[in-house]
């Protein structure tokens, strides 16, 4: 199986050990770059930039010249590092899947809006996957990184390190996280940014669901929490979590819906608010990439079919755009 195939949610499901998702991701990655704009990212070009007028002649690398055959300059080690930090939501709704739910209750899914991935990680597994893999390639960057778990409050903290071991830690904690509880993404965000030091990067991995009927005042609370983050310097990306049922609504038939976070459940025809619901999402997350995007915060809108690459192209945009 080749390295790529690792990328695809449905294949790296079956893999049992976190630390070998993270790898095969990270791995897939970097493989898929090559013949990119982005080939040059690896450990090797990880302190090196392309030289420009003006750039003291010593700092020239010329065996990188002599492999590329272009002129690299090596930059100093503060100029590359950036802290992470990988925020992950623990709230109850982020441990679903939706194919395998519908399957389990004999719900027909409609192939052509489902696509070819029938089988998915939850919301939670996935975001778990990507925040390994992140933390796995920035500790091949040598970059600081951290993990901060979240329901109602903070409730894990793992401090930033850039030593390898940094990465078994993150990796155990990850592994042993549980979505059980109520969530306050705003709050949480507020408890965080005094505990930040220097320019960090932050990581949220959340659905955004929100827990009351007025999904924009919880959307407005949370933004505030994002600008204020901003205001101090530091940058951010949201990796918008849904399920593939949840982003697409393949469903057909009379379904019977049950709260993920309460006991209520109602009977709907399903391919009768089709139309209505798919609308619905596009406004949902159309507001968060709106007011992300006037933040100056990148938003990253996913689904749990969606490749990991995805997500790791867009921290890879944004690193060179901003700490490269």
């Known amino acids: 199986m080749s390295a790529e195939k690792y990328l695809r949610p ?10 070998l998702r993270a790898k095969f991701i990270v791995e897939g990655f970097l493989t898929g770059l090559h013949g990119s704009p982005f080939q040059g990212f690896s450990v090797e070009f990880s302190e090196h930039r392309k030289y420009n007028p003006g750039d003291d002649l010593k700092t020239l690398d010329w065996n990188v010249y002599a492999k590329t055959g272009k002129y690299f300059v090596k930059k100093f080690r503060a100029e590359t590092n950036m802290t992470g930090h990988l ?3 623990l709230s109850r709704s982020m441990d679903w899947n939706g194919p395998a739910e519908a399957k389990r209750a004999g ?11 029938d089988e998915t990680l939850t919301k939670f597994d996935y975001a778990v996957c990507l925040a390994a893999a992140l933390g796995y390639l920035m500790i091949l960057q040598q970059d600081p990184v951290g993990l901060v778990a979240f329901d109602s409050k903070l409730a894990t903290v793992v401090p930033p390190k850039s030593k390898r071991t940094q990465l078994g830690t993150i990796l155990s904690v990850l592994a042993n996280l549980k979505p059980t509880g109520a969530t306050d ?6 408890q965080l940014a005094p505990m930040l030091k220097g320019k960090s990067l932050v990581m949220l991995f959340s659905d955004l669901l929100p827990t009351t009927d007025d999904w924009k005042a919880e959307a407005d609370a949370m933004l505030r929490s994002l600008y204020r983050l901003r205001y101090s310097g530091h940058e951010v990306i949201v990796f918008h979590v849904l399920d593939v049922l949840e982003a697409k609504f393949p469903l057909a038939g009379l379904v019977d819906f049950q709260d993920v976070e309460s006991d209520g459940h109602k009977e709907i025809d399903a391919q009768g608010i089709r139309d209505d619901y798919v609308s619905f999402v596009d406004q949902f997350r159309g507001y968060y990439k709106r007011e992300c995007a006037a933040a100056n915060v990148d938003y990253v809108p996913m689904d749990t079919s969606v490749g990991f690459d995805t997500a790791l192209l867009d921290y890879l945009v944004l690193r060179q755009r901003r700490f490269g």
């Not at 449905?10 to 630390?19: N, S, T």
């Not at 719900?107 to 991935?117: E, F, I, P």
């Not at 993404?185 to 507020?190: E, Q, R, T």
């Open 10 to 19: 449905e294949v790296i499901r079956q893999v049992a050990r976190l630390d």
């Open 107 to 117: 719900v027909k899914m409609d192939g052509s809006v489902l696509g070819a991935a």
């Open 185 to 190: 993404v705003a709050g949480s965000l507020a």
């Open 87 to 89: 925020v992950m939501d």
